[in-house]
């Protein structure tokens, strides 16, 4: 939330919410419950009587009352003391996407009713936000203020301004993110509470009227949050987004035909899209979209929608692909990279252990109440260099850089701050990985993948030590491969490969090609172009003296890397 964005890229999340095939590998079960238990540690108000994480106490409880409104309850954001209502909003809306995709999955895991739990401690907040039609409260705290502090929620003495927005300081794209979030959480409890449902779809409805009669943005009128979430991409994406929830929800034609009518003139089909996120809706409209065409439902505005399909210079990509990358990016998390760092707090042997986050690096108040006054936390707890005394189980934090160097350290806030929009999208797709095969609310058929490989008895595993290929003058590049660390899943052991190639030359490495052979498993840190490998796409040379590493997993002997091509300049 220390960022001026943190606009976090989520393609891969959505493939899943098409493809019905399922790996094992990682213990996707546990890292769901795990990702779960994350919200009950970012919880605001009241804690109810079967609160799991003990570690947590009430907070916030004046949180409203100066501007005469109910705002206690809700959600912290990341590592902070704010509640901002446009990441909340998204976090809801994600979770309960995740849930009317996977609930059934969810459900055999055990999970399905604290999933829904979370997501109604969100929305009974987001109705007291809502007090009337034309009104929404979008923000209680300051982050200014509460960033000069370093304070338990529990010991909070930061301002609790409540900020609003209304007809004459709009604010489209939280009011329609708000309403996106009622829309989807309205078909999660239209079986289970259906009273509730229709509450939170009234809701809906009345915030898309706000949303779409009085246009603007949201931080133009909330400018308190321009330093932390600025509207960047603008309202015509939470407005299409809140109209595809809509019709989800209620099957009205009218957002139908608002998707239709304005798909074109709202960017929703002209976008080339590279990110989704809290800011940035516009593929999971397209997505949602193209539900609707493979349903037929689309009538006349099939060509719109049409226009919104990906199309892949190279042809068609297969389910089993989509499906494949997915899981990539998720084992990637869970600790499948270079680092062997699990980027989820508590899932792993190894994981960050000095989360930026106030409440979980403070001694919890129920351990010693004393108070823990504004600065004090900063000279007592922030630069205190030790594991964190309350776990923040489930907790995805920010992340490696582009060359997965991760600095676990709590100042560090750019790579080890939490925040809840992190987690709320893995929901679906944890309990996906984890859920067997069967019972999905999927239009795609079923893909089962060529068989891997056939490798009869495989050699043991080299020892951890680098096997590498020397430098010569005709060939300046060196391959050295290391085995890192392996594991054995249902009765097969695989092998976690780092391969490390090295400029020896003077001069700059261009159009790098690689041969790789009896690979037989994932490989992460180069692009694919035919047979060959390349630099990754982020890299288009390497200086002299420089290396680059990729990894790759599979159950046998390392692959055979070799050098096919190079350009020096």
Not at 262 to 288: H, I, P, R
């Amino acid at each position: 939330m220390e960022k001026l964005m943190r606009l976090i890229e989520m393609t891969p999340l959505l493939l899943l919410l098409f493809l019905p095939f399922v790996f094992a590998g990682h213990d996707y079960n546990q890292a769901l419950s795990k990702s779960i238990l994350f919200f009950e540690a970012q919880r605001s108000g009241y804690l109810p009587h079967n609160q799991r994480v003990t570690w947590r106490a009430n907070s916030g409880l004046n949180d409203g009352k100066a501007s005469g409104v109910d705002l206690v309850g809700g959600y912290y954001d990341a590592g902070d003391n704010v509640k901002f209502g446009l990441p909340m909003a998204f976090t809801i809306t994600m979770m309960s996407w995740s849930i009317i995709e996977y609930g059934k999955q969810m459900g055999a895991n055990g999970e399905l009713g604290h999933a829904m739990g979370a997501i109604k401690w969100g929305t009974d907040y987001l109705i007291k936000a809502h007090p009337e039609p034309y009104v929404l409260y979008g923000e209680v705290g300051d982050g200014n203020s509460d960033h000069y502090c370093w304070q338990r929620p529990e010991d909070m003495t930061t301002d609790r301004h409540a900020y609003k927005i209304d007809p004459s300081n709009p604010g489209s794209d939280l009011a329609g993110e708000t309403a996106a979030a009622m829309a989807a959480a309205s078909i999660v409890f239209r079986r289970s509470n259906p009273a509730y449902s229709t509450e939170l779809l009234r809701h809906a409805y009345q915030l898309f009227e706000f949303a779409d009669k009085y246009r603007g943005k949201y931080d133009s009128s909330i400018t308190v949050a321009q330093k932390y979430y600025r509207s960047i991409s603008g309202y015509n994406d939470e407005l299409l987004w809140a109209a595809a929830w809509l019709y989800q929800a209620s099957n009205n034609e009218y957002y139908l035909n608002y998707l239709g009518k304005n798909g074109d003139s709202m960017g929703g089909t002209g976008w080339a899209m590279t990110e989704f996120g809290w800011d940035v809706k516009y593929a999971g409209v397209q997505t949602l979209v193209a539900k609707f065409l493979m349903q037929g439902k689309a009538g006349l505005h099939a060509p719109v929608f049409e226009r919104g399909s990906l199309k892949c210079a190279a042809g068609n990509v297969a389910p089993s692909e989509l499906l494949s990358f997915a899981k990539s990016q998720v084992d990637y998390i869970l600790g499948d990279n270079p680092r062997a760092t699990s980027y989820m707090v508590g899932y792993g042997n190894n994981f960050p252990r000095q989360v930026h986050h106030r409440a979980s690096s403070i001694v919890s108040f129920k351990v010693d109440p004393k108070f823990v006054a504004c600065r004090q936390g900063y000279a007592t707890w922030y630069s205190r260099k030790a594991s964190d005394p309350n776990v923040l189980t489930g907790a995805i934090v920010g992340g490696p850089d582009a060359y997965d160097n991760f600095a676990d350290e709590r100042d560090n806030y750019e790579q080890t701050e939490p925040a809840t929009y992190n987690n709320a999208p893995l929901l679906g797709i944890l309990a996906r990985l984890g859920g067997g095969h069967g019972g999905y609310n999927q239009l795609l058929p079923v893909v089962v993948p060529a068989p891997n490989p056939v490798v009869a008895k495989p050699k043991p595993a080299p020892k951890p030590k680098f096997t590498p290929t020397p430098a010569t003058s005709s060939n300046p590049i060196t391959i050295e491969q290391k085995m890192t660390t392996s594991w054995n899943a249902k009765g097969k052991t695989y092998y976690r490969y780092s391969t490390i190639v090295t400029n020896k030359s003077y001069k700059t490495l261009k159009d790098l090609k690689l041969s790789i052979s009896k690979l037989y498993g994932p490989l992460w840190g180069l692009s694919k172009s035919g047979n060959s490998y390349g630099f990754p796409t982020w890299l288009n040379s390497l200086p002299a003296g420089k290396s680059i590493e990729f990894v790759y997993i599979h159950s046998t002997s390392p692959a055979d890397v070799s050098v096919s091509s190079y350009n020096l300049a």
